[in-house]
T-cell receptor, first 118, second 106 residues
Framework: GAVVSQHPSWVICKSGTSVKIECRSL??????MFWYRQFPKQSLMLMAT?????????EQGVEKDKFLINHASLTLSTLTVTSAHPEDSSFYIC??????????????FGSGTRLTVV | KQEVTQIPAALSVPEGENLVLNCSFT??????LQWFRQDPGKGLTSLLL?????REQTSGRLNASLDKSSGRSTLYIAASQPGDSATYLC?????FGSGTKLNVKP
């Protein structure tokens, strides 16, 4: 089945540093990748949508200069949290829709990255 | 923007009971709807995917239905077990509900 590999699984960084999270589609081409953030005891909130070869689309209230998204190839999308602060500590997860022709196979999720900023 | 609502927010049942989780959405023009479970501190596990042309999907003790016209989906869990305890999330395309936290008591 379709697999999205997300790395790292967890990361601890110092306040003010940047952290890069990668999501790779292993056995299918992901022209679109969705990036979510989940705070404790809350649901997943869509942050942005990345499209291969074009600029990402950010949801209202998400700072595009802080959360840099790159989708340089059909199998790789990255999210960089720049100048991280403790309030950026969260669970970040990516998701890619899987389609084949007119068939829609839903969304495949990465395993998530738990970011802790100290 | 699609708004997804899940009711109840939390549910506690004794083992063996059948139960229904509810999901409603505001825009009926959808491609698909997915049900996931999430264990504490973990990622998502896809349970069932319903295409817009389908009315229900079944997998083992799970049955999910979809009524686009009314903007509703239900997840039915038969003969619940303690291992079913988790948060269940409904996703309409790429928008998530707030989840239902299920506790099945032994």
């Amino acid at each position: 089945g379709a697999v999205v590999s997300q790395h790292p699984s967890w990361v601890i960084c110092k306040s003010g540093t940047s952290v890069k999270i990668e999501c790779r589609s292993l056995d299918f081409q992901a022209t679109t990748m969705f990036w979510y953030r989940q705070f404790p005891k809350q649901s997943l909130m869509l942050m942005a949508t990345s499209n291969e070869g074009s600029k990402a689309t950010y949801e209202q209230g998400v700072e595009k200069d802080k959360f840099l998204i790159n989708h340089a190839s059909l199998t790789l999308s990255t999210l960089t949290v720049t100048s991280a602060h403790p309030e950026d500590s969260s669970f970040y997860i990516c998701s890619a829709p899987r389609k084949s022709g007119t068939d829609n196979y839903g969304y495949t999720f990465g395993s998530g990255t738990r970011l802790t900023v100290v | 923007k699609q708004e997804v609502t899940q009711i109840p927010a939390a549910l506690s049942v004794p083992e063996g009971e059948n139960l229904v989780l509810n999901c409603s959405f505001t825009d009926s023009a959808i491609y698909n709807l997915q049900w996931f479970r999430q264990d504490p501190g973990k990622g998502l596990t896809s349970l069932l995917l319903i295409q817009s042309s389908q009315r229900e999907q079944t997998s083992g003790r799970l049955n999910a239905s979809l009524d686009k016209s009314s903007g509703r989906s239900t997840l039915y869990i038969a003969a619940s077990q303690p291992g079913d305890s988790a948060t269940y999330l409904c996703a309409v395309q790429f928008y998530f509900g707030s989840g239902t936290k299920l506790n099945v008591k032994p």
